[in-house]
């Protein structure tokens, strides 16, 4: 008898925590841009491809990180766009789609999206930053940890980088950043 109310109280534990796991509010891109105009925040762009690796483990080791998630969700709003996909996107008064989708290869490489080629993605994982008016600020690819993703989310949402006109400046602050997000 003991062993089950044991048993209970741990499943209910386990599907407490579960429940307090947060996740990041993602949003389409044309809902970021039309949230931006009644409150101005920032938007990041996670660019992904459905067969990619790292893509994937982007999504399960950071992106359901509880700091990530938090800060994402008060700094950003978070866009996931498949670089790949079908989807149209409007974006700066132009429409852009994938004319050469093949939906038989859609967990498969296929054709690059129109919007990846304007916002000249190369690599997958990329994070593309936006600042307050939509405006491009800059991709990060590859896979970040928490703590790695942490010094972008912050030194784009802080306005930092406008103080970065060299290399050496990034260094330095790189160098002095000192991460508070859990890995």
């Not at 407490?16 to 101005?40: C, D, G, H, R």
């Not at 998630?69 to 978070?78: F, R």
Request: charged content about 25%; hydrophobic content about 35%; glycine content about 4%.
């Amino acid at each position: 008898m003991m062993k089950k109310i044991i048993l209970g109280l741990i499943a209910v534990f386990a599907l407490s925590w579960t429940a307090m796991a947060q996740e990041i509010n993602w949003v389409t891109l044309e809902e970021a841009l039309e949230l931006q105009k009644k409150e101005p925040k920032k938007i990041f762009m996670d660019v992904y491809t459905n067969w990619c690796g790292p893509c994937k483990m982007l999504d399960k080791n950071t992106f359901q990180n509880a700091d990530v998630a938090a800060y994402v969700n008060k700094h950003y709003y978070a866009v996931k766009f498949n670089a790949e996909g079908n989807e149209e996107v409007t974006y700066k008064e132009n429409t852009f789609g994938n004319p050469n989708y093949d939906a038989t290869k859609a967990n498969r490489r296929n054709s690059a999206h129109e919007f990846s080629r304007y916002l000249q993605i190369r690599a997958y994982p990329t994070m593309v930053f936006f600042d307050e008016e939509g405006g491009v600020i800059s991709p990060i690819q590859g896979y970040l940890k928490p703590q790695q993703l942490e010094l972008y989310l912050k030194i784009f949402q802080s306005d930092k980088y406008k103080e970065m006109t060299t290399q050496e400046q990034f260094n330095e602050y790189y160098k002095s950043f000192e991460p508070t997000f859990k890995e």
